[in-house]
């Protein structure tokens, strides 16, 4: 068998990220991706945090392809038939280093692997890996087709569903409310046209979240995100929630209906779709977490379980970046020991216990049991959406006192059990 020092599996961000910090090591590294390229079958919302990644991957950014620095948080609570936007600005989201950008996989990906390659890496596509080669209990390879490589250590960025790491014996079992489903379309539109629409200065962007009516009282939400000349719109469904749902639900139907509402219609109006596509997302944080290790193999990424819905932003491309890194840099020290048994490769779960991914997975493990909520996506968007809709609206009849009428109301729908229970969830994150 022909034997390599190490194989990444996945040419994803993880994985990727994983062989820029070893592709001038002296190592001989493999990536196999088994797309036709690298973001060829990535899927993300798009919106990435630089500042979290800069200290472990400084030097990269001048020439990335970064689509829009994000100025404008837009939230909007989606009511049947109305709606109640919050909007964010501020100028210290407009200074550079930007904090964040929206990024579309199938540029960023491609050119993030064509840096590896300049560096000393190998990226090869198209090449699945079918199965992992195990002897007395030790990764020391990977299986393709016909084909057998061995390595000294492999590392699984295989994404959210892994098989690598449950072959590796570390995956825990599925469930259902650890997983969201997410569908989305990129929508050409000119650049001008967006800066106009979303008000907007050049390079600018706008991250908008929806959350409410658009799930039918599922668990979810919906995003829309600026690129230079495309939209990112898309929504996110619980797929526990999703089989709890009678009638049952065809979720790329809500898309379309999502589309449909005049306050989305208004923004792609004219746009072209030019990419569909559907996907996973992580949504149990730590509690769906694996064993990040075991002899010959570290996790990476989506694989790792690295991912986290954070209520106001979703965070998994930063973790996957930054996993991959501190993997490549335990890889570099169980070399240098030339050991890469569990015990050597103990370490790389100490520098992720030591970074901020697992800082804010700790700190966030209560957003599931939010999330699990029913009232977050029926009950609280539609009474905060009719309640402006009553304080606005003006008709023959003389206009009632709004404080005493619209209290009254509040007080009906708030001054109980269940949202004092909500609000005391709500101050555990
Ligand atoms: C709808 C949606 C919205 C999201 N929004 C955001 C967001 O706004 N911000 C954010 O930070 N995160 C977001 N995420 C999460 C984020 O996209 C992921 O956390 C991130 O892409 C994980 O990167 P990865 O490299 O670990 O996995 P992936 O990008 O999934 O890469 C895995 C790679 O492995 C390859 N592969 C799999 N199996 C094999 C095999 N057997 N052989 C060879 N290759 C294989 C795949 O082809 C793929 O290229 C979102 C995710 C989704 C689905």
């Not at 609570?77 to 109305?82: D, S």
């Not at 061995?150 to 569903?161: N, T």
């Not at 991250?207 to 495309?230: E, I, P, R, V």
């Not at 070399?335 to 216990?353: H, I, P, Q, T, W």
Request: charged share 25%; aromatic share 10%.
């Amino acid at each position: 068998m022909e034997k390599v020092d190490v194989i990444i599996v996945g040419g994803g961000l993880a994985g990727l990220s994983c062989a820029y910090e070893l592709a001038d090591s002296g190592m001989t590294v493999l990536a196999l991706e088994r797309g036709d390229f690298s973001g060829s079958k990535n899927v993300t919302g798009g919106r990435i945090y630089l500042r979290p990644i800069l200290p472990y991957l400084p030097g990269i950014w001048k020439e990335a392809p970064l689509e829009r620095h994000v100025t404008k948080e837009v939230f909007t609570a989606m009511g049947k038939t109305n709606s109640t936007t919050f909007e964010f600005y501020s100028d210290r989201f407009n200074q550079t280093p930007y904090p964040s950008y929206t990024i579309l996989r199938a540029k960023f990906d491609r050119w993030f692997a064509d840096l590896v390659t300049e560096k000393g890496g190998f990226v090869i596509p198209q090449k699945t890996v079918d199965d992992l080669i195990i002897e007395d209990g030790k990764v020391i390879g990977v299986k393709s087709g016909d084909e057998e490589i061995g390595a000294d250590c492999v590392v699984a960025a295989d994404g959210i569903l892994s098989f690598l790491a449950e072959k590796a014996g570390l995956r825990k079992p599925f469930q259902p409310q650890h997983f969201a489903l997410g569908f989305k379309e990129v929508i050409r539109l000119d650049s001008k046209t967006i800066e106009d629409r979303f008000r907007l200065g050049e390079d600018e962007g706008a991250a908008q979240l929806f959350f409410g009516s658009l799930t039918q009282g599922m668990m979810g939400g919906g995003f829309l995100y600026t690129n230079k000349d495309s939209l990112s719109l898309g929504l996110v469904v619980g797929l526990h929630s999703l089989n709890l749902k009678e009638p049952r639900e065809e979720v790329y139907k809500l898309l379309d209906t999502f589309k449909e509402r005049p306050e989305i219609r208004n923004l792609v109006r004219g746009g072209e779709v030019i990419e569909y596509s559907a996907h996973l997302v992580a949504e149990g944080g730590i509690h769906q977490m694996p064993k990040p290790y075991t002899d010959g193999i570290l996790l990476v990424g989506d694989a790792a379980g690295l991912g986290l819905n954070m209520l106001f932003t979703v965070r998994g491309m930063e973790y996957a970046m930054v996993s991959g890194i501190l993997a490549g840099r335990t890889i570099k020290k169980a070399r240098g020991r030339n050991d890469f048994s569990a015990s050597s490769l103990a370490e790389y779960e100490k520098l992720l216990n030591d970074s901020f991914i697992l800082k804010e997975m700790k700190t966030f493990q209560n957003t599931l049991s939010i999330l699990e909520n029913k009232r977050l996506f029926t009950k609280y968007p539609q009474v905060i959406s009719d309640l402006f809709e009553n304080v606005m609206w003006v008709d023959e009849n003389p206009k009632e006192a709004i404080y005493k009428t619209k209290m009254a109301e509040l007080k009906k729908e708030f001054l109980n059990f269940e949202t004092l229970k909500d609000w005391l969830l709500f101050r555990k994150i």
